[in-house]
């Protein structure tokens, strides 16, 4: 693969973080960090705002299968900046204190725009920079630099909202949380919206992506993606990290609930988990281009383990920050390794560089279910057994999960050892 002038990869990879996070952030980031304050705003449970996250699931489950073939026919700057100006205009409902019928048809139309015409293009166009011998850095580059992304979204929501926060005020009223609330909104959606137009306009494709692209796709295509091992592994592997990632979003309310702490101190706890996101992105990433980065996906997993029992298990003290913040560290480091590396294995996979996208669409329709299942899931035990018992049977949850990706990247590592010369 032809190598790009340094300048011009630099500034590729740069746009490429800045509009893989952004899009997130109106359906996801502010509702990581802000989960106690969205309940309230809306007037939901746990439950029911797992129920948009599973609307937004479904919508994307189609748009994974469909959009992937895109990618492989077209540069990502025009997919992604429409992408991303769609996902902005979202955000004028969401900042209108929407009922919960406009937030789940909003959360439905966010699953389209976020994935049909994104996210296949986003994970090609990473790894294209990467090249052959560099794919851990590129996806280490794009995950941290997307997990510093969200931690500077985050910091700045977090921010805008204090500035509503009446002085030696720990409980807020509807109306100051509404107001404090829509303001993040706002302003995080005019900076997703100019994003998007830079992309349109400046993520140049490069003559080495224009080689990789394909002038139709066929379901000979298809057909011979899903005869690859990999793909099927691959699908189990995503699967099982992904719920790990939705899992990281109840921290900030774990602080809230169960450490009793107040509303802009948990919301600061998110903040301080998304910013752990891009050092394990860039570090795991140096890591694996110097080793398999299959290897350092079963790290991942078995980090995750020992992080979601140390949580479960309920040995940790209920007042003591110190345990609970290196618990949040050791369960997110697990967490982040795996969703780093788990794109950064298809080279290694052996699945063709120019059938990336249809192979992305294919592995997302399975892997990244947990869109569906994963909300419902944590707030059926949120609100079923309140307090830390309901916490406790989440970690559980992710504990399973999280062996079985063990057990599939280690399968994944065996199946793929290059061959002795």
């Not at 090249?131 to 805008?160: C, E, H, M, T, Y």
């Not at 990999?230 to 990281?248: E, F, P, Q």
């Not at 419902?376 to 309140?386: A, E, H, Q, S, T």
């Amino acid at each position: 693969m032809e190598a790009t002038p340094i300048k011009k990869s630099w500034f590729y990879i740069v746009l490429l973080i800045l509009a893989g996070e952004a899009v997130f952030i109106l359906p996801f980031v502010l509702a990581r960090v802000f989960r106690a304050t969205v309940l309230d705003v809306f007037n939901i449970t746990n439950t029911e705002l797992g129920y948009c996250f599973s609307i937004y699931g479904l919508v994307a489950l189609g748009s994974y299968l469909i959009g992937g073939p895109l990618a492989d026919r077209f540069p990502p700057r025009k997919l992604m900046g429409v992408a991303l100006v769609l996902t902005a205009a979202g955000g004028i409902i969401y900042a209108s204190n929407p009922s919960l019928t406009t937030l789940k048809v909003l959360y439905g139309y966010w699953g389209f725009t976020t994935i049909f015409l994104f996210w296949a293009g986003m994970i090609k166009a990473a790894r294209v920079w990467g090249g052959i011998n560099n794919q851990g850095k590129a996806f280490g580059f794009l995950d941290g630099g997307r997990g510093l992304v969200g931690a500077l979204f985050g910091l700045l929501g977090v921010i805008v909202f204090s500035w509503f926060v009446p002085d030696n005020t720990d409980q807020l009223n509807t109306f100051q949380q509404n107001d404090a609330f829509t303001m993040v909104v706002y302003i995080s959606s005019i900076i997703v919206a100019f994003i998007g137009v830079i992309v349109y306009f400046f993520l140049k494709s490069n003559s080495s992506e224009e080689l990789v692209l394909k002038e139709k796709i066929t379901k000979e295509n298809i057909k011979s993606v899903l005869k690859l091992p990999s793909v099927w592994l691959l699908m189990i592997i995503i699967l099982c990290a992904y719920v790990g990632y939705k899992i990281t979003d109840i921290f900030s309310l774990y602080a809230s609930q169960v450490l009793n702490y107040s509303e802009v101190d948990a919301a600061k706890t998110g903040t301080f988990l998304l910013f752990i996101r891009p050092i394990v992105g860039v570090v795991i990433g140096f890591l694996a281009d110097r080793a398999r980065a299959s290897i350092y996906l079963s790290l991942g997993f078995l980090l995750t383990i020992t992080g979601a029992i140390l949580f479960a298990s309920g040995v940790l003290p209920d007042s003591t920050t110190v345990f609970f913040f290196t618990t949040i560290i050791i369960t997110a480091l697990g967490v982040y390794a795996a969703r780093v590396l788990y794109f950064a294995v298809l080279e290694e996979g052996k699945i063709p560089l120019v059938l990336t996208g249809t192979a992305v669409g294919v592995i997302s329709f399975i892997g990244y279910t947990p869109d569906i299942f994963a909300g419902p899931m944590i707030g059926y035990f949120l609100d079923g057994w309140k307090g830390e018992q309901g916490h406790q049977y989440v970690f559980w949850a992710l504990a399973s999960f999280s062996v079985i990706g063990l057990i599939a990247s280690l399968i994944f590592n065996k199946i793929n050892k290059p061959i002795p010369q």
